[in-house]
């Protein structure tokens, strides 16, 4: 696959083969993704990996509420009419029934962590594209909060869960379309 291409496959893939993905790819796939550039070559990540559809079931029940109180906090949120929609729809997996699930974290006082992670996490799903499995970042899953549950998941204190990416083969190889990007605007020229 050529890197245009790799680009354009790289798509959110929210539906799933009822197949699992071995943990030795996943960990394949991290090898890859830790060659991103990181501020100072820290390298502050770290990975969580769960293939276990009952905890990452609660992970979404978690999350969503989690969703849901926080757009309650803030009357103005874009999001109130989707957040009103998903109470009452206990059912809903915010990981879209994924095969597994892989958190990147990292330490809160690392002040770059954040633009590592998301550096990274672009090479994950690429790495991912080209090994061809299906990814979508979910941003909604990383609402996690209780201890106990952040301990349960084997995140040390002092660390947050910052990208949550959902990994597994796209149902019947199906990639949908690129959605449509916006023409980008370049403020100015200086030449
Ligand atoms: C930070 C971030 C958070 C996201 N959160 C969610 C999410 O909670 N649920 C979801 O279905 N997709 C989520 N996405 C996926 C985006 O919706 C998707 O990338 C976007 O629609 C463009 O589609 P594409 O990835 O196929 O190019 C997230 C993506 C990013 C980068």
Do not use: H
């Given at each position: ?43 502050a990540?770290n990975?969580i ?56 974290t990292g330490p809160t006082n ?37 201890k106990?549950?952040l301990k349960e998941m084997g995140l040390p204190e002092g660390h947050h869960l ?30």
């Open positions: 696959m050529d890197f245009i291409e790799l680009l354009e496959k790289r798509r959110s893939i929210r539906n799933f083969e009822d197949k699992p993905v071995p943990v030795a790819l996943i960990k394949e796939i991290i090898q890859d993704s830790i060659k991103a550039p990181n501020a100072s070559n820290k390298q990540w990975f990996i769960i293939t276990n559809a009952e905890f990452m079931k609660k992970l979404s029940d978690i999350s969503r509420q989690g969703f849901i109180d926080s757009v309650k906090r803030n009357p103005d949120s874009p999001l109130k009419e989707y957040a009103k929609g998903l109470e009452n729809r206990k059912e809903v997996n915010c990981f879209f029934d994924a095969p597994c699930l892989v958190y990147i690392v002040s770059t962590i954040r633009e590592d992670v998301g550096i990274l996490a672009a090479y994950f799903m690429l790495s991912a594209t080209n090994k061809g499995l299906g990814t979508c970042w979910i941003g909604m899953g990383g609402g996690v909060r209780d106990a549950v910052i990208a949550p990416i959902i990994i597994g083969y796209a149902k019947d190889g199906k990639i949908p379309p690129m959605r449509d990007r916006k023409e980008p605007t370049i403020l100015k020229i200086i030449e």
